[in-house]
């Protein structure tokens, strides 16, 4: 059987949810041609690293990427960094032969993803893929595949949100997400995911115009002092699409009394469809095909129970029918991309599709700034 040696670099919460996904993908999918062995982690300080080996089985620890960049028996690099250190990571992963698992976003800027680019045009073979797991729940999956079938008719307007409420107080201290210089903000956090789901489930954007809010001028640092916010909370669009679609897009850390909540709305001329990440276990579809008559015949909204029947060979443990929850999307897409590895075919969501979040993001920018519709 084919072995995988898989290299970490980072180990904070993003490095944890990997990891798992590594160490649980044996329990779900039953009877897959290959293996993976967890060989180096790699973390800024030697204390944390030795301590993410010993917690979680990896054979080596180091705090320079290059040990793992250039160790033979690595076959994938797995980049759970902060977001301004992704691009030399990812360039130096490619350049190096190694596939490549990267978090959003892609990089802190779109001049960026296009160096990335340039490299990954002279490595095509070499199997890429970006961690926007919330592709990967059968919810998700199946609002796709009805809207490819045309159930949905011509998609008319659609509202996406992604909000969390960690950033309405004022005193609690700021990390790097606050931080600008270091590709923080509200958009390329949470932002990232709800523009790739639109672009997954709808197509390219065509036009955007955004507001972007920062809720405090000033926050405190981890060392107490007060240090000036540029990083936005808040980000609302309206955005169109290229097949003629329009709808809002809301991010925010600042909503008040939500925990995780992504959900969207699509609306076709005939049908619809709901999914909200707090209730991950159904899709909401409604068939406007449907009767009518009598007394309203067959319309409403049904609850398609989609809960955890992933394709073979997934859904066999734990029960199909079982309540799903967060990190289940982080291992299914995990287990895309090395079916993609092993298969020798390129994955979707790839590190070209970060590019072009990106590149929207950009926009996104642009347009807060000079208070105008950005065209694509």
């Known amino acids: 059987m084919k072995e995988y040696g898989i290299g970490m670099i980072g180990f904070g919460f993003m490095g944890k949810a990997h990891t798992y996904g590594y160490k649980t993908i044996p329990l779900y999918y039953e009877n897959i041609p290959f293996r993976t062995r967890l060989m180096g982690v790699c973390t800024a300080h030697q204390r944390t690293a030795e301590k993410a080996r010993d917690l979680n089985g990896f054979a080596f620890a180091a705090t320079d990427p290059d040990e793992l960049f250039s160790h033979k028996d690595i076959d994938m690099i797995h980049i759970c960094t902060p977001n301004a250190f992704h691009k030399e990571t990812v360039i130096k992963a ?7 698992y990267c978090e959003k976003p892609l990089t802190t800027s779109y001049a960026d993803a296009l160096e990335i680019l340039d490299v990954l045009d002279s ?17 998700v999956i199946r609002a796709k595949q009805l809207i490819s079938e045309g159930r949905l ?21 700021i990390g790097w997400k606050q931080d600008s210089a270091q590709g923080g903000g509200v958009l390329f956090d949470l932002g990232s995911h709800v523009l790739d789901l639109i672009y997954y489930l709808i197509g390219e954007y065509h036009s955007i115009l955004a507001s972007n809010t920062i809720l405090y001028p000033r926050r405190p640092a981890p060392d107490g002092s007060m240090v000036d916010i540029t990083a936005e909370d808040q980000s609302l669009m309206i955005v169109k699409m290229k097949n003629q679609s329009s709808g809002t897009l809301e991010i925010s850390k600042i909503a008040t009394g939500t925990n995780d909540e992504l959900r969207f709305e699509i609306y ?6 709901k999914f909200n990440l707090m209730d991950p276990s159904y899709l909401d579809f409604y068939d406007n095909t449907k009767p009518d008559q009598p007394i309203g015949g067959e319309k409403g909204f049904t609850r398609i129970e989609t809960v955890q029947r992933f394709p073979a060979p997934g859904g066999m443990f734990v029960s199909p029918k079982a309540s799903i ?31 072009y979040i990106q590149y929207v993001m950009e926009k996104a920018h642009e347009s807060n700034k000079k208070a105008c519709w950005i065209t694509l």
């Open 268 to 273: 076709g001329d005939k049908g619809a469809v």
């Open 325 to 355: 929850g967060w990190i289940r999307g982080h291992v299914h897409s995990l287990y895309n991309f090395l079916t993609c590895v092993h298969e020798g075919r390129q994955a979707d969501p790839s590190i070209r599709d970060g590019a």
């Open 153 to 173: 008719g011509k998609i008319l307007s659609f509202h996406a949100a992604y909000l969390h409420s960690g950033s309405v107080d004022p005193n609690k201290p």
């Open 123 to 139: 490595h095509s073979d070499l199997v890429t893929q970006m961690t926007f797991q919330n592709r990967f729940f059968p919810a």
């Open 94 to 100: 490619l350049k190096a032969g190694k596939h490549v």
